[in-house]
């Protein structure tokens, strides 16, 4: 399916404009490079380990997941990205993907070619650095998803990712609440934070039975907003959601 759709690159340009102004001649800009939009399913791969994309893939709807698969066919996600994130802007640079991305939801994206964000970086330098700035932001993000594995319990960590999944849905969506459904399975929890499903339930249990969320239909909702965040020692620095020129 292929679409005009210049309403739908809203996420990506609230994402930008939180952190820097963006003019409209950058927004053409986007709208130019980003004009094949797709529907994918859940469960179907954007982009696989070792493919060579000649272009990025930008989430208009739904939620993605970068993952690498093991031996044994064990998955581990690395990754969520939401509305107005670029699932594989690096692969403009790093040219053969070292992992996959997949979607987690129904999802629709947008394709940025190659030679399209070549002609943003070399015309609107500052457009360039903005683009920049979301793969270090992804880079934080990893960061402190290192941190949260290594030195939190597995209580905590849900805790922490619940929070942070809260934060960029809402706060970078402008849909500020606390009542907002993320549509990912126990299975893709565990995946994510390196428990078995087991371990996860037993963890989501525990979590509603502090009634800090409710689980149904595998949609998330939290209850009790606060205490999540004093459970998770959540500070939302690493997501830089600050207005700073560049």
Request: charged letters at 25%.
């Amino acid at each position: 399916m292929i679409q005009t759709l210049s309403p739908g690159l809203e996420p990506l340009f609230r994402r930008l404009a939180m952190r820097d102004s963006v003019s409209d001649e950058e927004r053409a800009a986007l709208r130019d490079v980003l004009t094949e939009a797709k529907a994918l399913p859940a469960g179907s791969d954007i982009v696989r380990a070792g493919d060579r994309p000649g272009r990025s893939t930008l989430v208009l709807s739904g939620l993605t997941c970068r993952y690498s698969t093991l031996e044994n066919g064990k998955r581990q996600i690395t990754a969520i990205h939401v509305p107005g994130d670029f699932v594989d802007l690096h692969s403009f640079l790093v040219k053969q993907m070292d992992h996959s991305v997949g979607c987690l939801s129904p999802c629709v994206v947008s394709y940025a070619p190659h030679d399209g964000l070549e002609r943003i970086t070399e015309r609107l330098p500052h457009l360039g650095r903005l683009l920049w700035l979301l793969t270090l932001i992804d880079a934080s993000i990893h960061r402190q998803w290192l941190v949260t594995m290594g030195a939190y319990p597995a209580l905590n960590r849900t805790a922490h990712l619940l929070c942070e999944l809260f934060m960029r849905l809402t706060f970078e969506s402008g849909r500020v609440g606390e009542t907002l459904s993320v549509p990912v399975t126990q299975a893709d929890l565990g995946d994510t934070l390196g428990l078995s499903t087991v371990h996860t339930n037993r963890v989501i249990q525990e979590l509603r039975a502090r009634e800090l969320i409710e689980w149904k239909m595998q949609e998330i909702r939290v209850l009790n907003w606060q205490g999540l965040v004093e459970l998770a020692e959540f500070d939302p620095l690493y997501l830089h959601l600050t207005r700073e020129p560049r």
